[in-house]
């Protein structure tokens, strides 16, 4: 059962559940921190549903988020931009940048950021980064108008940037959020689909599938 899962399910509901599991990307969170607008939180948890991340943490300082995750689930304005995504996603908050990072690392995660600038002594295009090297991927997507902060820039293995070729200076954090979250779960499909285990290790004598077959799909 997912962790993030309701106690009571309708059969069609777990019917789903158990179809989209073996597709979810494990070890994989997207963090959104600082976020001004906290239905940019719920937008961002829709995509980590949809597209099949496993966590998403959010860096809250200013404690717009209640701790406990099933109070945050029924909170309003996550729940419907969420298009209640939020039920079916481990959410876990923290009050600063340097808590989470933290945290991460001693869990032996490795942080990237997001940033529609240069940043950082690794800075790459998001089609030229490999996701799938680090076994375990936190994913960062900076506030809305400041952008990320220096210090997860200082403490990410790169920071990665959509191509931008109009005259705005970035994508908002919905967009964002989905585009680098799509390319970064293709890639752990792709990867996990092949081997069992880190570093190409464990290889499948058989593929697995990396979209759902037609039958399984939503109507
Ligand atoms: C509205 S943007 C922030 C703009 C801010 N002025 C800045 O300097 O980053 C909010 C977040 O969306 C993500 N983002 C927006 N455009 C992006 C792009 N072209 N490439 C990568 N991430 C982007 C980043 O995580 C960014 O921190």
Not at 152 to 163: D, F, G, H, N, T
Not at 165 to 179: Q, R, Y
Request: charged share 30%; net charge positive.
């Amino acid at each position: 059962m997912d962790e993030a899962a309701p106690q009571k399910t309708k059969p069609s509901v777990r019917k789903r559940a158990d179809a989209i599991r073996p597709f979810r990307c494990k070890n994989l969170i997207a963090v959104i921190e600082d976020p001004a607008d906290i239905r940019n939180i719920g937008t961002v948890i829709r995509n980590v549903n949809a597209l099949g991340v496993e966590k998403t943490y959010v860096v809250d300082p200013k404690g717009a988020l209640p701790d406990d995750w099933q109070d945050l689930r029924e909170k309003r304005s996550v729940f419907k931009t969420s298009a209640s995504a939020v039920k079916w996603t481990f959410v876990k908050r923290f009050d600063s940048t340097e808590a989470c990072l933290d945290h991460l690392e001693r869990n032996r995660f490795v942080s990237v950021v997001t940033s529609p600038h240069v940043k950082g002594k690794t800075s790459l295009f998001l089609h030229e980064a490999d996701f799938a090297a680090d076994t375990k991927l936190a994913v960062w997507f900076g506030n809305e108008s400041r952008g990320i902060s220096a210090l997860a820039v200082a403490r990410s293995a790169m920071c990665v940037a959509i191509p931008m070729f109009g005259m705005v200076e970035s994508l908002n954090l919905g967009t964002s959020s989905g585009i680098v979250l799509y390319e970064v779960t293709k890639q752990r499909r792709a990867y996990q689909s092949v081997y069992r285990l880190r570093k190409n290790r464990g290889k499948r004598a058989e593929p697995l599938p990396t979209v759902m077959p037609p039958d399984e799909r939503a109507e």
